[in-house]
């Protein structure tokens, strides 16, 4: 699994790495980001749709 974030989509509203901080950070202006290449270790692959489902703009992807 590894999460992409369309940048064209992400409005700020930051549940991403509220939710998921091991795999999102923020950018200057709150922007979500995806840390590192966005492989998601399977420990974490709950959390990862946990945020999918959670981005209002659904502009989380997994890929
Ligand atoms: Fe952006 Fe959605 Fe996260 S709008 S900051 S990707 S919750």
Do not use: S
């Not at 999102?24 to 990862?48: H, I, M, S």
């Amino acid at each position: 699994m590894k999460l992409k974030i369309d940048p064209e989509r992400c409005q700020g509203h930051g549940r991403c790495y509220d939710l998921a901080p091991a795999l999102f950070g923020e950018d200057d202006e709150g922007y979500g980001q995806v840390l590192g290449d966005g492989v998601v270790p399977a420990n974490e692959q709950q959390t990862a749709r946990l945020a999918v489902a959670n981005c209002p703009e659904r502009a989380i992807e997994i890929l």
